[in-house]
């Protein structure tokens, strides 16, 4: 915990460092620190890519597989078995499945 502390002090006086240099030393700063910038806003950027080209690929696939599938089965009867318990804490449950 005492480590948080000490990093937490080091980030303050990085912080109130650069706060106290000049507008135009900030702005080299700032210019230097660009390209890191958008490098990083455009690995966001092609990660969102890949997830949407991956559905996109995946979703079809994922269709046609179930219409080959399941094309054989029909609609199955589906059985409910209720168990009643006379206990003086339980009450009837209406109860409506639908597939």
Sequence with gaps: MFQVFQQVGRFQTLRGDFGGLPS????IVFIAALPGIVLGVLSVILFLVTILVLLLLTVPVYRLLRLVCLAGHSEQDVTVT???SDSP???????????
């Design 82 to 84: 209720v168990v009643r």
């Design 89 to 99: 804490g339980s009450r009837p449950v209406d109860v409506k499945v639908i597939e």
């Design 24 to 27: 135009w030393a900030r702005l």
